[in-house]
């Protein structure tokens, strides 16, 4: 969500995590948030933050660490309330600052609003550089204070806060999931495309709002539905909970971000009504038809890979085994900020079991972005004494950057784009390596889906992107150049 100068290289995409509870006087929204903070954690662990409303009062503490790290008891009793929102955060080099961590909280002439976002915005930069000719002031850099301010502007001349959210919808493009909090009411709204899930449950008589519905069942609500795209959930006192449906001009198919399915959501997560514990052994099933081998056993890379490596036993009928055991306090590698950080934590994150000693090992990983912890991988499972490394990827290869708030980098920085696959199979070391061919994702997604984005492997981005990201190339969901094809002749 940085729109700094950084934001222009490419390199300041994040992934977060919302939840939002409106309740009343017999729960605390703080302790609520912090449980759900807890199932988000996966999401981003470099800051974190709650708002609670109290009676109109709005008061908020945020700090940079993990969730345990930055709340504590008394914390949470001194934040008081009948309803909140939170925020879990990270960022990649240059916007790792306690300034940038959410919820923020903004003080303007209606009053007192807060806002929690998860997602980039495609047109932050030149909104921003608008409002900012107009003497607008930003104490942060991410996109999330732009549609804050819009918000706020866009209140002085509407009749709610909810209006003014529908008007922002109109005026911003990109990926947001948003939950926004004033005196009065709790508001949830989620992009035409829908590019990044966000879900309600209900606890009692309290209403609730997260990322993955597995946040809701850390806090002890019950999963009512998922929010469409394009749509506005209001709650407050007066009239209670309804659904407002834009019509933004920017609508288009929904275009949820296919990588939650692969690797961001957590395994217990349902995200617009499929499980992403049985996509991904999905995808491990299309491996094993796809990349069969003859080996001695199937090994997942924790977390995400274990689903898959699962999947492509039950296809394969080769034993599934755990061969790698993960330190459960060490950060995702694949979000870790710099190149330094990501490398020093494969070896304090990973490590081999003896039964791999002599065996034929097929790994199943969730992704291979810059190729910076594959070979490793493989180096480590040759160490243990496995006599082969198959590797096998539950996602296509990365050639293209995303824009919506995933970590994937320039293509400069893409190893899919500078080299073969088979020359990737000879960087890792490993015997052999597949790739989940691009034509399977609706397969593993079991043609369920009602629209995707794939944009970060095939090109076609959903939405228009400036020029200024596409380096001169045509705009707008079209191919900008032919996109790498995976068979099983290229293992």
Avoid at 164 to 177: F, L, N, P
Avoid at 367 to 391: F, P, Q
Wanted: contains cysteine; proline residues 4%.
């Amino acid at each position: 969500m940085s729109i700094s100068q950084e934001y222009f290289s490419e390199e300041l995409h994040e992934e977060c995590g919302v939840f939002g509870i409106y309740g009343d006087d017999s729960m605390a929204p703080a302790y609520a948030c912090y449980n759900g903070l807890l199932a988000l954690q996966h999401r981003g662990q470099e800051s974190c933050g709650i708002a609670v409303n109290d009676r109109g009062v709005i008061n908020s503490y945020k700090n940079m660490g993990l969730v345990t790290e930055v709340f504590s008891g008394d914390v949470l009793e001194n934040l008081k309330g009948q309803r909140a929102i939170a925020h879990v955060r990270y960022s990649t080099a240059g916007g790792s600052v306690r300034e940038n961590s959410q919820p923020l909280v903004m003080r303007y002439v209606k009053g007192t609003l807060a806002i929690a976002h998860n997602g980039n915005l495609t047109n932050a930069v030149e909104i921003r550089r608008e409002l900012e000719h107009r003497g607008a002031i930003f104490q942060t850099t991410i996109d999330s204070e732009v549609i804050a301010y819009l918000i706020a502007r866009e209140r002085i001349n509407s009749g709610s806060v909810e209006k003014a959210v529908e008007k922002t919808m109109k005026q911003i493009e990109g990926a947001y999931s948003l939950l926004v909090m004033s005196p009065k009411k709790l508001i949830a709204a989620r992009d035409p495309h829908g590019f990044r899930p966000l879900c309600m449950g209900r606890l009692g008589n309290s209403i609730v709002f997260a990322s993955e519905s597995c946040a809701l069942s850390a806090c002890g609500a019950e999963f009512v539905r998922d929010i469409e795209p394009g749509e506005i959930v209001v709650i407050d006192e007066e009239h209670g909970l309804r659904s407002i449906k834009t019509n933004c001009p920017q609508s288009s198919k929904k275009s949820l971000c296919v990588f939650e399915y692969i690797y961001f959501a957590r395994s217990d997560s349902e995200i617009d009504g499929i499980s992403v514990y049985q996509s991904r052994k999905e995808a491990g099933r299309i491996l094993a038809r796809e990349f069969p081998i003859e080996a001695d056993m199937v090994i997942g890379v924790p977390e995400s890979g274990i689903d898959a490596a699962i999947g492509y036993s039950e296809e394969s009928g080769i034993p599934y085994e755990k061969g790698i055991v993960k330190n459960g306090y060490i950060g995702r590698t694949f979000i870790k900020p710099t190149q330094k950080e990501r490398a020093n934590s494969v070896k304090l994150k990973l490590n081999p079991c003896s039964v791999l000693k002599d065996k034929r090992v097929v790994v199943i990983d969730d992704s291979i972005v810059r190729g910076t912890t594959c070979d490793r991988l493989v180096k480590m499972l040759r160490n243990a004494g496995a006599k082969e490394v198959h590797l096998r990827i539950s996602s296509p290869p990365f050639i293209w950057p995303c824009f919506y708030g995933t970590d994937i980098p320039s293509r400069d920085e893409l190893i899919a784009v500078r080299h073969t696959i088979d020359e990737i199979c000879r960087l890792t070391g490993a015997d052999t390596l597949g790739f989940l061919p691009p034509d399977k994702l609706d397969e593993m997604l079991f043609r369920k889906n009602a629209g995707i984005c794939d944009a970060c492997f095939s090109g076609k981005y959903p939405t228009k992107i400036p020029d200024k990201f596409l380096e001169g190339k045509e705009r707008g969901g079209v191919d900008f150049d032919k996109p790498i094809c995976v068979s099983k002749d290229e293992t």
